[in-house]
């Protein structure tokens, strides 16, 4: 199936070929065309399926050629963190752009100075918020609600569980009755579905299964080693086995950093991503590592799901994750479209009762040995 058959326009189908998108990801295929047919849809897709274009370009045709009033949105996107308000409104400005009438989109959020989010909310047609500072914006009367044509929850599920319920409430008050509406989650959860049922009239689900990580092709071995050792160790695996391009993963951005640091002294060619860079760092990052220009990526939990490389020949869990389906996840970077891959996992004394854990749920005995012999420079 391609996008023509979705029944996108021509500006769009454009935009999406100038873009090197040739063909929609299962969510889009089943998403967009209720969309753009003007339906309430329930969307659950795990991260990095290509859930925000799903809702993006059809909301943007439907929306075109709509007259808003001055700080009078059309449409709301809703969000739980400041990272993917600016995720998702990089999305739409491209596409927006593409129109015979382009759409005027902004992100805001906390932890940024309110000043001027306010200032330049003049002509914004599509708003990507975080509940709270929308709420700031709303009683500073620099946004205002009663011409939204649509609303989208995306990630309804992290929103429910960093409790935003209480500010979601509020906010739905303030809208007016008839509207599309768009929930999109990770996962069904309980809250999750009582919050479809109150949000969403008559509504399509769009539901894409997420299937379990293939990993009889990676080869998997684990290293005990102090904490204080694991950069040297790291340094020696990648001379001894060669390793042309390896994602890292850590558990912090303050150890992606001190990693991605302590690589680069030592001549190697490496950057770091995590939710504190930009959008635009990260993006030029992945496609420097996917390119073959950077030895190493060095990452948080960020890339466990979000990155597709066929050819990654190795993944190095410098960490452990919190949870097992995290660490199937990560290792899941190799070993793709029946290529095999090698997964190396270092072990601190503090993490031993962790690593059991990790195999006890993967049902795999992964061999691990101790501190291999070598001359740490």
């Known amino acids: 199936m391609s996008f023509e058959s979705l029944g996108l326009s021509n500006q769009l189908l454009f935009a999406l070929r100038e873009n090197q998108f040739s063909h929609p990801t299962p969510i889009q295929k089943l998403a967009m065309p209720d969309i753009l047919a003007g339906k309430d849809v329930l969307g659950i897709a795990k991260t990095g399926s290509g859930k925000t274009m799903a ?204 990693v991605n640091d302590k690589l680069k002294k030592n001549g190697i060619a490496s950057k770091a991503i995590h939710s504190k860079k930009s959008q635009g760092a990260r993006n030029s990052a992945l496609s420097e590592f996917k390119s073959g220009e950077l030895t190493a990526l060095v990452s948080t939990d960020l890339l466990a799901r979000g990155i597709d490389i066929e050819f990654l020949p190795f993944v190095v869990n410098y960490e452990l994750p919190r949870s097992p389906k995290d660490f199937v996840h990560r290792i899941g970077r190799t070993g793709r479209a029946e290529n095999p891959g090698e997964a190396i996992t270092l072990i601190s004394p503090e993490e031993s009762h962790h690593w059991r854990v990790i195999q006890k749920k993967m049902k795999i005995k992964v061999w691990t040995e101790d501190l291999p012999e070598w001359n740490p420079k």
Do not use: W
């Open 55 to 258: 809702y993006a370009l059809p909301l943007l045709q439907r929306l075109e050629g709509i007259e808003s009033e001055n700080r009078h949105i059309t449409a709301l996107i809703l969000v739980p963190t400041r990272e993917l308000a600016a995720q998702v409104s990089e999305v739409f400005i491209p596409y927006s752009k593409a129109l015979t009438k382009p759409l005027i989109t902004m992100a805001v959020y906390g932890g940024a100075s309110i000043n001027p989010q306010m200032r330049k909310m003049n002509n914004v047609d599509i708003l990507v918020a975080t509940p709270g500072r929308l709420l700031e914006l709303i009683e500073a009367n620099a946004v205002h609600l009663k011409n939204v044509k649509a609303l989208v929850l995306d990630e309804a599920d992290k929103m429910l569980t960093k409790g935003f319920k209480k500010e979601l409430d509020q906010i739905l008050k303030l809208l007016p009755n008839r509207r599309q509406n768009l929930l999109f989650s990770a996962t069904l959860s309980e809250d999750v579905d009582e919050l479809q049922r109150v949000l969403l009239d008559d509504p399509v689900t769009a539901s894409v299964e997420e299937k379990e990580e293939e990993i009889s092709l990676i080869k998997q071995i684990g290293y005990r080693v102090t904490e204080n050792k694991k950069g040297e160790l790291l340094r020696h695996l990648m001379k001894e086995k060669e390793m042309t391009q390896v994602l890292i993963f850590c558990s912090s951005t303050y150890q992606v950093d001190h």
